[in-house]
């Protein structure tokens, strides 16, 4: 309990001045790691506590095979995963080897393709200044290698 506690007093630290705290990213899958070909699998989007109050809009998730390059999220997605709201949440439990992030699970299947594709997102949501909404909008996205099971 000690070591939670002060672990969650040097994550506010470190976020502490952070202009880009109503980022998100990708826990897991990570960039670089190999996916199972039609396995379902939970992609886990992790928002770290931002520094002022947010209103949380939206999240598109998807996935592209790669060929001659990737095709960024901004651009279009092969397979669209999830488009909707997004609504990050504490976890429930803190078990070992777990952040404390805010975060929403998609389970997805693994689009039957093989070799590198980039896994991706669109993500929108508004920061609550003393007078008004202001607007964040983020792509993000990571690479993965997509196997066949038997492999
Ligand atoms: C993945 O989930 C879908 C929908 O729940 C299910 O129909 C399918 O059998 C699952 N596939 C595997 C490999 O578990
Ligand atoms: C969320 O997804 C991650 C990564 O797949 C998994 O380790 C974790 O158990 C999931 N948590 C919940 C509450 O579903
Ligand atoms: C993927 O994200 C990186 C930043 O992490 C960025 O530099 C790159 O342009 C993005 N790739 C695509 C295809 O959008």
Avoid: W
Avoid at 4 to 13: G, K, M, P, R
């Amino acid at each position: 309990m000690k070591n939670i506690v002060s672990c969650t007093i040097l994550a506010l630290l470190a976020l502490t001045g952070s202009s880009l705290a109503q980022e998100a990213h990708f826990a897991y899958p990570l960039h670089g790691d190999t996916l199972v070909a039609g396995s379902n699998i939970s992609i886990r989007i992790d928002r770290p506590t931002p520094s002022g109050p947010v209103v949380e809009a939206a999240i598109g998730l998807g996935m592209s095979a790669c060929s001659s390059s990737c095709p960024s999220p901004e651009t279009s997605f092969e397979y669209l995963f999830y488009a909707g709201s997004f609504n990050p949440q504490p976890p429930a439990q803190i078990s070992s080897g777990e952040d404390f992030n805010a975060f929403q699970n998609f389970t997805i299947e693994v689009p039957s393709i093989s070799g590198p594709a980039i896994l991706g997102f669109l993500h929108s949501s508004f920061g609550e200044g003393a007078s008004a909404f202001y607007p964040y909008f983020e792509s993000v996205n990571i690479t993965v290698n997509v196997v066949s099971v038997s492999q």
